[in-house]
């Protein structure tokens, strides 16, 4: 049984936006099913927690004798196993894997520094300068997704663990409307949004928040 790693508690901004989901949602893709170890405060710097992950952040995937941290390289060995995610033949796999590097190398950095700009350092002097430059990059970089994904439903002919990497990364702009307002990017995070698989991922990292909180 695989076993992944999550947190009993992040901040209201964070939720559903913790990078375990991308781990459940490509296991709730490939039907398997799977175990969650939540981490409490402070958890992530026990000694043999940061053997497994050496930042202490989730999250980890446990199977057997293998430890594996880094959510893109979970997702990949989860779709490796399953053809919901990834295609047998060998150019549809590298096709597949192309865009999940280019959602966690040409797109998340510059998602992510938007974010911490607004999000995490909101009132530093620093980042009210930064925001504007920021924000015209990341749109810019969004700008040629969109030309990709335009007059297409996914990334490539289906869906695959591309495109959920891809609208996990997008999922971080909720915040704004810079993602939900276009009119191609939009509908797209919707649409995959809408797969089953994702309302199961989804459901089950809130419910772990919730029945902390209930307790």
């Known amino acids: ?71 893109g390289a979970i997702v990949l060995r989860i779709a490796e196993r399953s053809e919901a995610l990834c295609p047998r033949d060998d150019a549809g796999r590298a096709k597949t894997v192309q865009w999940m590097f280019a959602a966690l190398n040409s797109i998340e950095p510059h998602v992510q520094n938007l974010f911490n700009v607004d999000v995490f350092f ?24 969109a030309r990709r994904l335009k007059g297409r439903e996914y990334l490539e002919d289906r869906f695959t663990a591309g495109d959920l990497l891809m609208v996990t990364v997008l999922r971080n702009l909720n915040y704004t409307d810079i993602v939900s307002g276009d009119p191609v990017l939009g509908p797209y995070v919707a649409r995959c949004e809408a797969r089953p698989a994702f309302q199961r991922a989804l459901a089950a990292q809130l419910a772990s928040f919730e029945e902390l909180e209930a307790a």
């Not at 559903?16 to 893709?29: F, K, M, Q, S």
């Not at 999250?59 to 880094?70: I, S, Y």
């Open 1 to 71: 049984m695989i076993t992944i790693t999550g947190f009993k508690s992040v901040p209201p901004f964070a939720r559903g936006l913790v990078r375990d989901l991308r781990v459940r949602w490509a296991l709730e893709e490939a039907g398997i099913p799977y175990d969650q170890k939540l981490l409490a405060p402070g958890d992530g710097d026990a000694p043999d927690y940061r053997a497994m992950q050496p930042w202490g952040q989730v999250p980890v995937l446990m199977e057997d004798d293998l430890t594996l941290f880094e959510s």
């Open 122 to 145: 909101t009132d530093e002097a620093w980042a009210k300068a930064r925001k504007p430059a920021q924000e015209a990059f990341t749109r810019m970089k969004l700008a040629s997704l």
